[in-house]
């Protein structure tokens, strides 16, 4: 709670330990409602909240995720026993894995830096689809590659050269936008060093709120850039 991706994060703060502690209470049934959670940590009212028109919930789910991949890359990488949130529940998972040696910031493997995709729409419903899109896709990167690092929307491409060092250092980023007939992801991988385009590439898919059209999209996504990347 106190690393750098937690301590200023109130509202992932306290979803992720009323979960924890609700599974060590082992009060967590099959499935634990939407609803409940809304009122227990955000304050919600009862009877007036309605999970399908406050994502309040879906959002800091996938917010949670997306901070606990970032820190078991980083700060947490030495600590085998690893907490998710998987996609569909929230109840956590708790597994031991092989603790494996964190990339050093001037490592000799190629380093991906991955910027969440900005949502280029206030509607609630895109912007906790891309939450959960950035999930899916930083999970698929941190799976796939060698050394991958999740960087603050916020940070200027100047500052990240300072930290990737080699010329092989590349960045992905790019947008969440919607109609009323698709959703449409595009990306573009640059390299840190120069700011000079490597790929960009846009991708189309029905606008569906579930986790495995957003599964299918990230694959895709993933699949298409590999390519690309220096080897």
Sequence with gaps: MASRQFSKAHRCTALLAYLVQRALNREVPAALPEHEIGVAVFGRDR???FTGDDPIVRVQAGR??????????????????????????YHPKVERVAVRAPAPLHSPLPLLMFRPLACLSSDPQLSSYAMGLNDELGYRLYRTLPSVRRID????????????GLSSTTLLEGTVRHDAARVRVSLLLRRVSDGA?????QFDAAPSASIAAQEGLAERCVQ????????
């Design 64 to 89: 949670l995720r997306l901070r606990l991949a970032a820190y078991y890359a980083e700060e947490g990488c030495a600590e085998p026993l690893r907490i998710s949130i998987p996609s569909g529940s």
């Design 47 to 49: 009877m007036t909240y």
């Design 197 to 201: 385009v490597l790929w960009y590439e």
């Design 224 to 231: 298409a850039l590999h390519r690309y990347l220096p080897a």
């Design 153 to 164: 929307a916020e940070a200027p491409l100047a500052a990240l050269a300072a930290l990737g």
